[in-house]
């Protein structure tokens, strides 16, 4: 007996009042699959949005006919207004917290005025900044043709008076964050991503190897990546081991991950 996979959809033509299930695979209880998920947005109001699934790399469910979202909402800058003067006078950190992000989300010009506010405001509440690096590492890459530039935002975090890779919840804030949290800006086929990985690998090593030993996880299963990504991320990772000072731990990971290949 096998278990099924669903993807449960919202869509504006959805059958029922709640979100539409979508089965799209069998499987064991108790086997270890890797699922993948591709969403293409739609034109708005029209039915050409777009989701496929995989499993082992096998692709199992495609729909290109989907209406993720209707007409385009002409209120768009009112709302951004909105969000922004919410982040202002919220009067609790979900509603302040929510509002920044889905101005990060949309790439909204006030994206950057909220978060020089939140961070002016909450700059002695470490947990405050902690969720303002990460938010800044997870921000969706530009749609402009111009990879790198959450990356590059990154690497200017990095020299942000408020982070340290000494403190371990500033670095996971902002190095995790984007590594683990935000696969569209970390990989890309010129392996900018994965050298940075790498780099910073090293350099946490140095100071605390058990939370390099966690982020030494992140790429872990570079086995799975399509090309050309698969061969940048093991060319990236190929010389971590050899440096003679590195820690039990993660040469272990990084060698296991690597063991076979």
């Given amino acids: 007996a ?16 709640y979100g539409e299930d979508l089965p799209f695979a069998t499987v064991r209880p108790g086997g270890t699959y890797l699922v993948e998920q591709r969403v293409r947005m739609n034109t708005p109001n029209q039915r050409d949005g777009r989701l496929d699934m995989w499993i082992d790399g096998e692709h199992k469910l495609s729909r290109c006919d989907i209406r993720f979202r209707g007409a385009v909402d002409r209120d768009a800058p009112l709302w951004r207004g909105r969000a922004y003067q919410r982040v202002k006078d919220a009067t609790n950190m979900t509603d302040r917290y929510d509002a920044l992000r889905a101005l990060v ?40 043709g111009t990879p790198g530039k959450v990356l590059g935002r990154v690497r200017a975090l990095m020299q942000h008076p408020d982070f340290s890779m000494k403190n371990p919840n500033r670095a996971r804030s902002l ?13 890309r086929s010129d392996a900018a991503g994965y ?9 946490l090593d140095a100071l605390n190897p058990q ?51």
């Fill in 2 to 17: 096998g278990g099924s996979l669903v993807v449960y959809l919202y869509h504006q033509d959805k059958p029922k009042r």
């Fill in 105 to 144: 989300a949309a790439r909204s010009p006030l994206a950057d005025k909220a978060l020089a506010h939140l961070y002016e405001r909450f700059r002695d509440e470490p947990l405050v900044i902690d969720k303002w690096f990460a938010l800044q590492a997870m921000a969706p890459e530009a749609t402009d």
């Fill in 175 to 187: 190095l995790f964050a984007l590594c683990a949290g935000n696969p569209a800006a970390f990989h």
């Fill in 195 to 203: 050298v940075f990985w790498a780099e910073q690998l090293l350099d």
């Fill in 211 to 261: 939370l390099a030993a966690r982020f030494a996880r992140t790429m872990d299963r570079w086995r799975v990546l399509a090309e050309p990504y698969r061969r940048a991320s093991r060319e990236a990772t190929d010389p971590v081991p050899a440096r003679p000072d590195l820690s039990n731990d993660v040469r272990e990971i990084v060698g296991c991950a690597l063991e076979g290949a």
